[in-house]
């Protein structure tokens, strides 16, 4: 029997739209030697009607679980596929036709036991969504803080566009968490294997991320929780950097305070946060030739290092009042 060497894991969780618009990027692939494995995580709105109309076209298999969250679920479809490669795509992802190919030529070149790609923002989506892509992928954001993007070995592949071997599945047993930087401590701990993992540049993929910034904030806000999460296994893996979205946060509600009690200390702080808008505002027109994009990439910078300030100052009160948490997330939120 001929198995096939990549196979796509996709859990999804009522959004049968987004998974819609993923299975048609994989069926306009420019090689075809995957396999796809949906898992429907608990949905309420399920997807089987999209699986159903991809049959002709794409090698796929459905599978309907209890909800547990993307960390188990993708483990689940890992369980269940055949290739030599477990890929794992978020369900709001679209890939270029080339994905597969770039794969190929990197691996036949450069070997690894896991990769990640880049994410963009496709010149389809919202200015909004475009911008949000940006942000979360800037230097300048807590982007910035996602680790050496070249160095082989230190680069951290997430979820929303991932790659492992087999021999590195069953070495680290799959995702330790159910949700909230599962991506993350999984990175680290096949690096602390010894397996090697590293970028893929031109393996990239198309993020939807949310279509408003209140949802933005919710996605960001579970993020830095996820940071202080992967503390509980790794302590090493919480650096100043990553206080620094906290910070920011600090700063930001300190300058209305500062306007009253020590206005020149507050001018400072304002002219510092208008000086880092306009920083932003130039590198996302740099990088996107988009006023409107750039416009709201502003505004998207801030709800991302508010958000994930505020979630990993929570999530750190928390395990001060809870000695014994265990290190996962809840389980009263969904991130898929």
Known sequence: MTYPKFSVVVPVFNRPEELEELLESLASQTIMNFEVVVVEDGSTLTSKHVVAAFQSRLPITYFEK???????????????????????????????????????????????????????????????????????????????????KKGIGKFQPRSFNMGLSRKAFEKTGGFLFDRFAEDIELSIRMRKLGLTTGLIPDAFVYHKRRTNLAQFFKQVFNFGKGRVLVARHHPEEVKWVHWFPLLYTVGLVAIPICFIFAPVLGEFLAAGYAAYAILIFADAMRATRSVAVALRAVPSAYVQLVGYGLGFLAQKIKTMHDPQFAGNASKSSQNE
């Not at 979360?136 to 954001?141: E, Q």
């Open 66 to 148: 209890q909800n547990s969250g993307p960390g188990p679920s993708r483990n689940f479809g890992f369980a269940h596929a055949k290739g030599d490669y477990l890929v794992v795509f978020d369900s709001d992802c679209i890939l270029p036709a080339t994905y597969f190919e770039e794969v190929e030529k990197f691996l036949q070149t450069c070997p690894l036991d896991a990769w990640g790609g880049p994410d963009r923002g496709h010149e389809k989506f919202t200015a909004l969504q475009r911008a949000m892509a940006y942000t979360m992928s800037s230097f300048f954001t807590t982007g910035g803080i996602r680790g050496s």
